[in-house]
């Protein structure tokens, strides 16, 4: 694409809907659109249980809200929009970003799935990009492995397997989910 042709973080989210899949699994790098590999089946039980386990957390906290595919604006000029599985925001207007296609408001967490052979590969950058725009924490599902890397600014990386807790430290208290569950095929399939 040309320097001219690059698109902003706001031209992607007016052509969203254009884009193949109406734009689900389509990002912004550097002003490019990307469109990546459709998730897999384990993907989406990761997804699921983590909705379940968070909205547990946050209705017995009331202390934020977890949106789903959100564009993440984390850079600009060329523009990047990430688009993690989930993020958590903290902030006192609760749902404040919830109808949104993109936001430039940092999340307190921002949980990644590395369910694709094109997700994998630029994890790092992307947990990287994270970070360095402002976020917390991030964690890192491998569906592979099977296991959970927390990852926060100036702090060793933390790998969780299967058989351990994932708890949510400081940015979310009383957060705690076995590893394992997190993995779970749902009872219902």
């Not at 968070?54 to 209705?59: S, T, Y």
């Not at 006192?92 to 999340?107: G, I, Q, S, Y």
Request: proline content about 4%.
């Amino acid at each position: 694409m040309s320097p001219s042709a690059l698109l902003s973080a706001e031209q992607f989210a007016d052509r969203k809907f254009d884009f193949p899949e109406g734009g689900r699994w389509t990002e912004l790098h550097a002003g490019e659109v990307v469109s990546l590999s459709p998730p897999d089946e384990l993907h989406g039980n990761v997804v699921l249980n983590f909705t379940k386990a968070l909205a547990k957390h946050a209705q017995q906290v009331q202390d934020g809200y977890a949106c789903f595919e959100l564009g993440l604006i984390v850079a600009r000029a060329p523009d990047t929009v990430c688009c993690p599985a989930i993020s958590y925001f903290q902030s006192d207007e609760r749902f404040a970003e919830t109808d949104n296609l993109v936001t430039k408001t940092v999340p307190t967490l921002v949980v990644e799935i590395a369910s694709t052979n094109d997700r994998r590969r630029n994890m790092a950058a992307r947990v990287e990009n994270y970070l360095n725009w402002g976020v917390g924490h991030v964690w890192l599902v491998d569906t592979e492995c099977q296991e959970i890397h927390l990852f926060q600014s100036g702090v060793s990386t933390i790998k969780l397997g299967s058989d351990e807790v994932l708890h949510g430290g400081m940015v979310l208290s009383q957060f705690r989910s076995r590893v394992e569950d997190l993995f779970a095929k749902p009872a219902w399939y």
